[in-house]
C-alpha cells in the first residue's frame, strides 16, 4: 500500500515525517528503495538534528546514492506539496456544498419533460468538454530524477558546469538540490536532483538535445540516471 506525505517543506511535515520514522529504517519496506528516494528529493536541505529520525534516515540515503546507489522497488509513495489534499478529503469545500444547495432550489424551476434549448446545449457540451480536459490533466505525473553530470577532468571548473546544466529552461523542468561527489584522481562529478512532468519532459531527449550539445558539452563530458521514480499521479 503506497504512503502519503504532506507538505515536507514546512515544520508540520518534517514533524510528520519525524513521527513515521520513529519505528522504520526506510520510507517502505526492509531497504532502500525508490521510494526513499522520492521523500529524500522532496527536501529542500538536509534536514535539522531537531528531527532525530529524519536527519539519521537522509543521511543514510545520502550515503547509499554517493556509494552504490538505491536499486529497490518499494511499495509507492506519494509526496503532496501541501495539506489541502488532506483536507479536501476530511471536509468538502463550502463553496460545493452551496452549490448543491443552488442545484436543489434550482430543480424546482426545472420542466423534465421540455425540450432542451440551444443554450442549454452548448452548456452541456461546454461542461463536458471541461471534465474531459480536467481528466487529461490529472493523467499528467511528475516524476523526481537524480542525475549524474560528470566533467571532462579534473581542470574543469565545476561552478561553471552546474551554472551550464541549471541554464537549461524547459516547461515541466524543475532543477533542485546539487552536491559535488568525488569519483578519483581529483575529479568530482556533479549530483543534481529534478523534478519534472511527465507529458512534457523527456530525460533522454534532454541529455542529447541540452546537456551533451555546445556550448556545455564545454564542461559536461556525460550524464547519467541515477534514479528515476514517479513522485505524483
Known amino acids: 500500500m503506497a504512503v502519503t506525505l504532506y507538505n515536507l517543506k514546512s515544520e508540520s511535515g518534517l514533524k510528520k515525517l519525524d513521527e513515521f520514522l520513529l519505528t522504520r529504517s526506510y520510507i517502505t519496506g526492509y531497504q532502500a528503495s525508490k521510494d526513499d528516494i522520492t521523500v529524500y528529493s522532496a527536501l529542500s536541505s538536509v534536514p535539522s538534528n531537531e528531527y532525530v529520525n529524519v536527519a539519521r534516515w537522509y543521511k543514510h540515503i545520502d550515503a547509499l546514492l554517493r556509494i552504490s546507489g538505491v536499486s529497490g522497488e518499494g511499495s509507492g509513495v506519494i509526496v503532496e506539496s501541501s495539506l489541502v489534499a488532506e483536507e479536501a478529503i ?17 430543480d424546482d424551476d426545472v420542466d423534465l419533460f421540455g ?3 440551444e443554450e442549454e446545449k452548448k452548456a452541456a457540451e461546454e461542461r463536458a468538454a471541461a471534465v474531459k480536459a480536467s481528466g487529461k490533466k490529472k493523467e ?7 542525475l549524474d553530470v560528470k566533467p ?9 558546469l552546474e ?25 568530482k562529478k556533479l549530483q543534481i536532483m529534478m523534478t519534472i512532468v511527465d507529458d512534457l519532459v523527456s530525460v533522454d531527449n534532454m541529455v542529447e538535445d541540452y546537456l551533451t550539445v555546445e556550448p556545455i558539452n564545454e564542461y559536461v563530458q556525460s550524464c547519467d540516471i541515477v534514479a528515476f521514480n514517479k513522485i505524483c499521479k
Not at 140 to 146: M, N, P, R
Open 152 to 160: 571532462w577532468d579534473d581542470e574543469t571548473d565545476m561552478k561553471k
Open 163 to 187: 551554472e551550464a546544466v541549471r541554464s537549461v529552461k524547459l516547461d515541466g523542468l524543475l532543477w533542485g538540490a546539487s552536491k559535488l561527489v568525488p569519483v578519483g584522481y581529483g575529479i
Open 90 to 106: 476530511a471536509t468538502p469545500p463550502a463553496a460545493d456544498t452551496k452549490a448543491t444547495e443552488a442545484e436543489d432550489d434550482d
Open 115 to 117: 425540450e432542451e434549448t
Open 140 to 146: 499528467s505525473g511528475k516524476s523526481s530524477v537524480l
